[in-house]
């Protein structure tokens, strides 16, 4: 009677493999495009509303779309207050200290390419930081890698005179982003649970509109102007950026090391360069293009060579 079990458990477990590189190969590159084209779109959905309201707008949709589904699949809960905590505190850093300090910093008169090319310091960050908390030792070719991404998102941003930092203080809104997410990328590898993705969502985009829909009601007007282009890009914020490439990214940070898939963020300032570029109309002049080859090399070697434990 072995025999039988022992087959479907090694079927099984083959099922399970195939799904995972599935995951590893597609994975990636949905997150890049949709997570990359977030910067042109936000960009477009702040010239119709204020940014605390919009966020509160994008989670307010996510939670009526995923609520739903939460009663219908009724997927697992964690049962300790621990795991809840930690769900909630990623949710906090990404969706209220990331994405509302990221669109501050547009609204205090910060380019899209500024911000990019300071977020992409991320995996510099982690790499520094990863050795500390989560037991990851950084190689040296991994240096190398995350060094030469960062030369060619500079690169890229750069050539396209988009380094427009407007204010200090716009400056400063783009570096607590930077931190932010950083910070969440490290906590979500060493404290993260295998949650079941809505009930993740449905707890981090609640705990974002719990707290900025406050804020958006108490300084801002809560104002939209509510035309077909607010829609669209209010739409692709929601479930492009919020349910999918943000899903993807905290599976991939729990599937592998913090500071391998951060590295894939260096890829985000080119790509935006690039959906800006088809969205609205911003020239990439042919020194980008050297940058973006660069930025690949870049991430090609941090990802490609592993780091030691």
């Not at 102007?225 to 490439?245: Q, T």
Request: proline share 5%.
């Amino acid at each position: 009677m072995a025999r039988p079990v022992a087959a479907t458990d090694k079927r099984s477990t083959s099922a399970d493999g195939a799904g995972s590189a599935a995951l590893v190969l597609v994975a990636p590159t949905i997150f890049l495009m949709l997570w990359s084209g977030g910067y042109a779109v936000a960009k477009i959905a702040l010239k119709h509303v204020e940014p605390f309201t919009l966020l509160s707008l994008r989670y307010g949709c996510a939670l009526l779309i995923l609520l739903p589904l939460f009663l219908i699949l009724r997927p697992p809960v964690p049962q300790r207050s621990a795991q809840l905590g930690h769900i909630m505190f990623v949710g906090f850093l990404i969706q209220c200290v990331y994405f509302g300090l990221s669109y501050v910093s547009f609204w205090l008169g910060a380019s899209a390419g500024a911000v990019a090319l300071i977020v992409s310091l991320q995996p510099i960050v982690v790499g520094i930081l990863a050795p500390l908390f989560v037991a990851e030792r950084v190689t040296v070719w991994r240096w190398i890698g995350l060094l030469l991404g960062l030369a060619g998102a500079g690169l890229v941003i750069g050539s396209r005179s988009a380094v427009d930092a407007g204010s200090l203080w716009g400056v400063l809104a783009a570096v607590g982003a930077l931190f932010g997410m950083s910070t969440a990328a490290i906590y979500e590898k060493r404290f993260g649970i295998n949650a079941h993705p809505v009930t993740s969502n449905v707890l981090q985009y609640g705990i974002g509109f719990a707290m900025l829909t406050p804020i958006a009601l108490q300084i801002e007007t809560y104002r939209v102007a509510w035309d077909l282009e607010f829609l669209a890009a209010l739409a692709y914020l929601v479930v492009g950026n919020s349910l999918i490439a943000l899903t993807l990214l905290l599976a991939m940070i729990r599937r592998g090391e913090a500071s391998r898939v951060s590295a894939l963020l260096f890829l985000v300032p080119p790509l935006a360069a690039l959906i800006a570029w088809a969205l609205v109309g911003e020239v990439m002049p042919p020194i980008a293009w050297a940058g973006l080859a660069l930025a690949a090399v870049g991430v090609a070697l941090a990802t490609r060579f592993g780091s030691a434990r």
